[in-house]
């Protein structure tokens, strides 16, 4: 019953088309009663032979019954059609709503294909467990209720026998057939798992080609088909057994009741035109209860799993504000953060604790630390896609919690560190939801963003559709996008997360001019791990573990001796061309690279003339755990990914970032690599031949004596990939 409920839900809203149905079911359940009363006339006639009218009366039933029929069916045709493409628009908009609802965290732990399965096998089983075999449903009962009655006109005692064996006979199978729910819950689980393998497979698909995986990413398939092949067959074969089952009960009561029919038509209590009328609407009585219990019911029950998921993603609470927006058109105070902690699951670890600071109206603030020490968590916290786990945060003194998301994202612009782009043409993707922009203030932006040239060259310009993803973009020029359309808005807070990570030296220092220009008038905070680039902030935030490690102006953190002014001193030393490809390293900056501290000053000027720059594409694997390893790699601009093989997959071990170095112990010995290093943004490394370097220490033994002593030294202490 609770199903039959949930499913009046989603016809509440369309009563008055469900009334239109129900009026035309009823005038095709009387044709089928005029049909049934023109045999008894007919034989009636045959039998008594006094029927001179009877053939004029009965083609004028038949006649205008069956006009009767036909409007009302292809009104009931059209009637459920709408009915059907409303209540699906309905359910989709609903859940597509409820997405947009839902927060940062949801989506962040939620399986794409989960989600997309919502919108495709549920929705499907929705159309016909909620529209089309409920109204199919609701016609034969309707028909076996305008039936009865005429039924027990005709003949009480087989009307009774059919009214009280059928019904019960349907509902009894189908009460203690086998339960078919958790079966048909474990097959859209095995479809969602299914869709969710193909989604990652597509993505992966460079990754695949390039380490020779297609062997196991089909092996991994099949498993995954295998289990949805058993899941499958079981739910579907627990469904028609119970639709079997009860068509088999049905035909079975049928025979019985025609039989006793046929022993009281024989001993002259029952007339041969009332039998024939009686077993014709019993033919339909009896056909419609075998579509419900065999047809509606089963479908219906299939579609309860659907309901049920589609049920549980409406259900999950969305965030609220804790009352009225009080947010002034500008900020003119200050954004505060105050003892702000903050984890992404209850009991977990936290990615910031106890953090305060104060951004003042107008002021440039840059937020720097390695990768995980909580950087973007502040911005993401800022912007409100997720609350604190304790502390506050407040806009010109007022709570956060209790602003409206939507508006304090209004007083924002925002730059991540990937730009998503969506499949529309680059004018739609730069000005998205602002109106009234003007071409001066379009071309001001494109201009100011080095996208004028990308514009000129594409084959229909601003108007031309970039592809899904962008795809008709690189890396560099989509993120450009992303700066265009935050300048674009005009925002009195602008928040860039590693906003030009993605941009060669030339195009960045275009786009840091652009960006300092249009400074003056608006706060802007900055998350980098690019230190050059806020030399001139009124405050920088040194992250470390989810604290404030130390924070302060440029200049008093670099004489402060601690962490930054070690990370600046670890990014110094290179020299990088304007288009980012050609690089270079200072003997002074190796001369700080523990392995090569022991060096004399010759060695590492001609150290510096052996290193070769070579660039990585996101998602490139500069080398993989296994790999035979003879180079010796120096971060000059990007970030990489290290992680090792254990018993749970693949387990990320560190980031690296500017000024970095990796695979040391490659230098001095043929070793494997313990270790896989991918590139998460593009990047550019300097590396060093193995022979090269072994050639140029074993003519001086005590310089190589040196550096075995320190390459054995940093192993212990401090591992090495």
Known sequence: MAILRRILTFWRPHRRVGAGLIVTMLLQALFTVVVALSIKLIIDAVVGGDGEDSPALVISLLAGGFFAAAVAGIANGYL???????????????????????????????????????FSTDTAQLSSGVIKKPLLGLKSLLAILFYLPVMFVLEPRLAVAAAITTPLAVFLVNRYSPDADSALDTEKQEIALVLNEVSENLRAQPVIRAFGLRRQSRDRFRQRISSLHAASSIADFRVQLAAALSEYSVALTQVAIVAFGAVLALGGSLEPGTLAAFVALLAEFTWEATVIGSDVLPEIRKASSGIRRIDALLANPAPTSSGESKLTPALVDAVRFDNVSFGYSNGGPLQLDSVSLSVEKDSFVAIVGASGSGKSTLLSLLLRFYDPTAGQISIDSIPLTELDAEAVRALSGAVFQETFLFNAPLRD?????????????????????????VVRNLPEGLDTIIGVGGRQLSGGQAQRVGLARALLRNPPLLLLDEATSALDPSTEAAVLETIGRIRRGRTVV?????????????????????????????????????????????????????????????????????LFSVLSEGCLNQLAEDFVAQQHAKGTVIFEEGDHGDRFFVIVRGVVEVSKRSGAGEEVIAHLEDGDFFGEMALLDATTRNATVEAVTPTTTLSLDRDQFRAMIEGTPDMAAAVQAVAEARSTENGTF
């Open 429 to 453: 993707n730069i000005v998205l939801a602002e109106s009234g922009v003007s071409d001066v203030d379009l071309s001001a932006v494109l201009e100011g963003t080095g996208l004028i040239e």
């Open 526 to 594: 900055m998350v980098t791990h690019r230190l050059q680039t806020i030399v001139d902030a009124d405050l920088i935030v040194v992250m470390r573990d989810g604290v404030v490690d130390e924070m302060g102006r440029f200049e008093d953190l670099l004489e402060s001796g601690r962490a930054f002014s070690e990370m600046w001193s670890r990014q110094r030393g290179f020299v990088i061309g304007p288009d980012g490809r050609s690089a270079s390293v200072t003997a002074t900056r190796l001369a700080a690279i523990p």
């Open 80 to 118: 459920a059609a709408r009915a059907g493409a409303d209540i699906l628009a309905d359910v989709r908009t609903a859940l597509f709503d409820q997405l947009q609802r839902l927060s940062i965290g949801f989506h962040r732990s939620a399986q794409v294909g989960d989600l997309i399965s919502h």
